[in-house]
Each structure stands twice: as C-alpha cells, then as structure tokens.
T-cell receptor, first 112, second 113 residues
C-alpha cells in the first residue's frame, strides 16, 4: 500500500529548514529516501532500518519510528541544490527482497 | 560500468500497438523492477523480479508483461498500448535486500496516442 508523504510541496529560501514526512498504514521493515531532479532518475539518499535509527548525510538526516510506521527527512540550512522531488520508498515485507513501494513525492523548491 | 541502461529514451505508440522496453544492468543485481511515474502519483511498482526465472506483480501490473531469462536483463512488454499507459517508465535494480539501495535507469518516456 502506497505510503503518504506530507507536505506535497514546499518552498524555502536558502538557509531555511524543512521536514518531509512519510507515513504508512502497513508495518515497515526499512525506509529509503531518494531525490529526483526534473527530467532525471531518482538518486539514493539514505536507508533506515528497523530499530528507530537516525542517519545523517551532510545537512540531510532522517529518522524512522517503526512503531508509528513513519519516517521523516530533515533538510537543514537548505541549499539551492536541494531542490527536487523527494520520495520515500518503503519495504513492507518481511521477505527481505528489496522490493520498495514509494510515496507520491514531495516537491521542494529552494529559492535564493 | 554502465549501471542500469534503459532503451529507448522516447517512444510514441498508437493505441493497440505493442512494444518492449528494454532494461539491462551490469552490477550482477538479483533484484530488478519496473516503475511508472505519473504527475502526483509518485513511482508505482509494475512488476519485479528477485532473480532469473522469478517474477511477480507489483501495484499496477495490468497491461504489462515481464520475463527474466538472465540476471542482466528485465524487459517490460506492453501487449496492446492504451493512452492510460502514457507515462515515464523507470527500471531499477538492487542487491535484493532491504538494506541495499535501488539503482535507477534514466527512464523511458512513452506516449500513446
């Protein structure tokens, strides 16, 4: 079942922070985050596994609350290069195949 | 190392025509999958494969067929194209575990008139 992302779109000024949420009605075994620039393929950002972990990559970090079946992506001090559409991909199966169900995406625009 | 290669990049079909979208990866990945991307709908899983000879349906499989005769290739067939299949199609591969990322091809933009 497709997870729900919120907000659908956000506009920021450089240096501002943003949070993108991903919520599922099914149990999650891992959550992946990807960013897609217009006309390009999605690019991997990070993976979070069960265990409530948080991961970080430069000024982009994420958390995963398996009990609430939710993940959040945190973009700190946003840069122009952060603009794009962000997708969460969720593993909803215990069979550990790598199969991902993606959310509908959140479009982020960072302005100078 | 080319990664995931999709062909063609663009295609225009008439309603009722059939075609095959090609996907090949050179990373020896066991897992391969096809997604379609439509505005506001995100990436929706069409079919996936966990290894040669093994395929399964995703969220939106109707109107599409797949086969996986080799580890490297995972073609997607449209049997009788419909305007509702106008979309951007992405192939993705991975090591087949929930702790490994997916690698996406550059996509095929398909228009059905």
């Amino acid at each position: 079942q497709q997870p729900v992302q919120s907000p659908q779109a956000v506009i920021l000024r450089e240096g501002e922070d943003a949070v993108i949420n991903c919520s599922s009605s099914k149990a999650l075994y891992s959550v992946h985050w990807y960013r897609q620039k217009h006309g390009e393929a999605p690019i991997f950002l990070m993976i979070l596994l069960k265990g409530g972990e948080q991961k970080g990559h430069d000024k982009i970090s994420a958390s995963f609350n398996e009990k609430k079946q939710q993940s959040s992506l945190y973009l700190t001090a946003s840069q122009l290069s952060y603009s794009g559409t962000y997708f969460c991909g969720t593993d909803q199966s215990s069979s550990n195949t790598g199969k991902l169900i993606f959310g509908q995406g959140t479009t982020l625009q960072v302005k100078p | 190392n080319a990664g995931v290669t999709q062909t063609p990049k663009f295609q225009v079909l008439k309603t009722g025509q059939s075609m095959t979208l090609q996907c090949a990866q050179d990373m020896n990945h066991e897992y391969m999958s096809w997604y379609r991307q439509d505005p506001g709908m995100g990436l929706r899983l069409i079919h996936y494969s966990v290894g040669a000879g093994i395929t399964d349906q995703g969220e939106v499989p109707n109107g599409y067929n797949v086969s996986r005769s080799t580890t490297e290739d995972f073609p997607l067939r449209l049997l009788s194209a419909a305007p509702s299949q106008t979309s951007v199609y992405f192939c993705a591969s991975g090591q087949g575990r929930n702790n490994s990322p997916l690698h996406f091809g550059n996509g095929t933009r398909l228009t059905v008139t």
